[in-house]
């Protein structure tokens, strides 16, 4: 089983995934595909027919016919090397200075088409309504399991960045720990509600709105800007404008106007930048059934998180400096690239 | 002149670095570059006889002829794209929910050696002593500019991984703010010698030294191990047995047993993974000349803080999942890839 292992320095948990273990020479291998592009496909898993060559189907959404049947819009798969194990007990221990935590968690692949060479750039709103939809659909499920701490759907697109099939797909991990990054994302949004009984998202949205400079596009219900202090060039985040502490609640009515602006976005990024490597995140609230000893913490999260969408294309790398200080160096200013992309003009 | 921009949600810093700023053509340029390799150099600016083809000089190890001239052991000139500039003035200003401080720091190359296609393995000690010699020296030097919150050396090696220049080369970056994760690790390391009166690092060392599963190499003056909670495979931590809070103390007796250690490493990752890209960064304590209001903490740095190398082979990748959550998915026990490189024998 995959361990979380902590850094009492760094204070940072890694998981140590045993599922894929490798040995020195498999990491020559992959360099050497890395170099020469797509292994081939002769038979690719994800696509209609070849149901039987992943492991057993979580959900679909088909309107007819029975599990691991083809005719599906979208399918959710367990990872075939998965970081986490759903099975298995939740068990915490020590050893001397140092912490650990059994890998249970949840792994799944979603297919988010049955078409292989579909392209975010042809990614029409039915398509992005049906992956979002069933990102919902997933973050609902796993809430119900009490092990899990945090839920994230999120999608990596480009060979070699985080993906080498190139059948569209996207992932939702489940953790049984909150991770650093929504904890200082927590902390801030609580710390500034405690002094202001405002949402520190909803400051932001007012400012960037006010500033106009930043802001790529909006319709009835979301907002799209590059923020401020954007690690990445042409990095986007995208708020619902309404206050909401959890994407689980978004109503198909919400889904709709997010497929517009999912769309928008995906076809601007192309315009501006031709079909670049990307990977999207979706920072929802951690689910609330999780309260021991925090009563008050999980309580207030209704009011002081707001969920959102990050998106960063993936057009600069990670070096030294930024892995010696956690800075990234961004050679675009957020303002320009708002530019670009308000001026690539909508689907 | 770039920016730090402050991210108040994420609690991070951006460099927004306007010296290196691209418009989305160049990143197009860029990745076809990267998908056919080192761009033809046939005048390496980074060679004897080609001085005039870098910033003017800064430092340089020779024992004869005047600045700029070849016959030089290292050579450290201004990166000719800096993310920081090290003329003008520190301002730091707001804006609504936003910070900015102005890009003041510093931002220089070392080149290692006058040997062109000299790859890491074939690096001897004699060039490895050269090159921490100048990291020491530039550390030394950049201590003394009191605008400067933290002096970082590193290297990144291997095209692609955040250099396109083959020529050895490494870099020293000079920053106006303390970056996150130093403040992490000094507050833990703070935190542990607050409760206990011991150094957290040194706590650590001897854990291992007890446990003796993650230990690769020691000599008289260093330990190399492959840390507990290692983020990336085959990940190792370097650092003096004695504690010490600053690289830039170290004594030409020290660095003669460092250049043993590091060549040790350098040969043995390369008979484990051939000759794999890496990225090594140097976490030196802040210069203490820097106190304005807080003395103590300046003050104890001596005492909770102990210097250390980081080396990570780049064999995984960053994707959606480390950008979301900020761990890392870690596919070969620490254990495991230290027994690989203990087994892999010295020089």
């Known amino acids: 089983m995959s361990e979380l292992r902590f850094d009492p320095v760094k204070q ?13 020479h498999d990491f020559l291998v992959e360099r050497h595909e890395h170099a020469h592009g797509e292994k081939a496909q002769i038979n690719c898993p994800f696509c209609y ?8 189907e979580i959900y679909a959404m088909r ?37 650990t935590v059994t890998g249970i968690g949840a792994h799944e692949v979603i297919i988010d088409t049955p078409v292989h060479s ?38 990596n697109y480009g060979l070699g960045f985080g993906t080498n099939i ?27 509600y405690r ?32 923020p401020y202090a954007s690690s990445f060039p042409f990095e986007l985040s995208i708020y619902p404008k309404q206050h909401a502490h959890s994407f689980a609640v978004i109503t198909e009515s919400g889904l709709t106007s997010l497929a517009d602006m999912i769309t928008e976005i995906f076809h601007r990024l192309d315009r501006v930048l031709e079909d670049p ?34 998106i960063a294309p993936r057009l600069t790398g990670y070096a030294g400096f930024e892995w010696g200080t956690g800075f990234h160096i961004n ?14 003009g909508g689907i």
Chains 1, 2 share one sequence.
């Open 12 to 24: 940072k948990w890694s998981v140590i995934a045993t599922e894929r273990s490798r040995r020195p």
């Open 49 to 56: 027919g070849n149901e039987v060559h992943t492991p057993h």
């Open 63 to 99: 309107s007819f016919g029975k599990k691991n049947d083809a005719n599906w819009l979208t399918r959710v798969v367990p990872n075939k090397y998965p970081a986490f194990g759903i099975e298995g007990e939740l068990k915490r221990s020590g050893s001397g200075i140092y912490d």
């Open 118 to 155: 579909m392209r975010l750039k042809t990614y029409d709103r039915m398509t992005v309504y049906n992956l979002f939809y069933t990102f919902r659909e997933r973050v609902r499920d796993l809430s119900n399991d009490t092990r899990f701490r945090y839920i994230m759907p999120f999608k």
């Open 166 to 192: 190139i059948h569209p797909h996207s992932q939702v991990i489940a953790l049984p720990v909150v991770p650093n990054i929504l904890k200082t994302k927590l902390k801030s949004a609580k710390e500034h």
């Open 195 to 226: 002094r202001k009984e405002r949402c520190i998202f909803c400051d932001i949205l007012e400012q960037e709105h006010k500033d106009n400079s930043r802001i790529v596009y909006e319709n009835q219900d979301f907002i799209a800007f590059c």
């Open 277 to 310: 490597p990307l990977n999207m995140v979706i920072h929802t609230s951690p689910p609330l059934n999780y309260r021991p000893g925090k009563p008050d913490f999980w309580h207030s999260i209704k009011f002081d998180y707001h969920w959102h969408i990050e």
């Open 331 to 344: 050679p675009v200013r957020p303002e320009e690239a708002a530019e670009y992309l308000r001026q690539a």
